[in-house]
């Protein structure tokens, strides 16, 4: 697959198949997103790749009910798809793959959008469909959380990134004509 043709043709995969995730193939992503730039080559992140459905669903449900218990969630559409059990934050993915800064500062986050992004594009060449949960990280972010995952407590979890087959890719949404400021 042609670069654009990654860019053009990933989408938020929020429907897998259930087949897991070769941990070969997860490897290899991690290591193209750390070719990302990053300020003054830093390379700030580090990575966490969680698998198992069981485990990855159990996570999804405590992520869930924590969300519910946060104000954030007041807004009705949200609050009442949470309020459903059945709902699965992590969309019962194979695999969840943490983009996680290694110290807690706007440049170093920054960088690791850059990671997840390339990730995600990495992903797409590969035939796997991917979806960033920023519902996740407030609960993945927790000390208790990041203690019972095994997760280094001084890391922040930027971009919780489910991965896997996709059961369908869902149609492109329509963009906005971009916005340009010339300066001459």
């Not at 193939?25 to 997103?33: D, F, G, I, K, N």
């Not at 969300?67 to 009705?76: H, I």
Request: hydrophobic residues 45%; glycine residues 6%.
């Amino acid at each position: 697959m042609e670069l654009l043709q990654a860019i053009e043709q990933r989408r938020a995969v929020r429907e897998y198949t259930g087949e897991p995730v070769d941990p070969a193939l997860l490897e290899r992503l991690v290591r193209t997103a750390t070719l990302a730039p990053s300020a003054m080559n830093q390379q700030p992140w580090s990575f966490a790749v969680i698998t198992g459905a069981r485990r990855i669903e159990a996570c999804a449900r405590r992520a869930r009910e924590y969300a519910l218990s946060e104000a954030g969630v007041a807004n009705g559409r949200l609050r009442q798809l949470l309020a459903d059990p059945a709902t699965s934050i992590f969309h019962h993915a194979p695999a969840l793959v943490l983009v996680l800064a290694q110290e807690d500062d706007s440049q170093a986050r920054e960088d690791c959008c850059l990671a997840a992004q390339t990730f995600m594009l990495a992903a797409r060449d590969a035939g796997l469909g991917t979806c960033w949960i920023g519902l996740g990280r407030p609960w993945l972010n927790l000390p208790e959380v990041k203690a019972e995952l095994g997760l280094p407590l001084r890391r922040h979890v930027v971009a919780p990134i489910i991965v896997g087959h996709p059961g369908a890719w869902p149609p492109a949404h329509e963009r906005r004509a971009a916005e340009i400021h010339w300066i001459r």
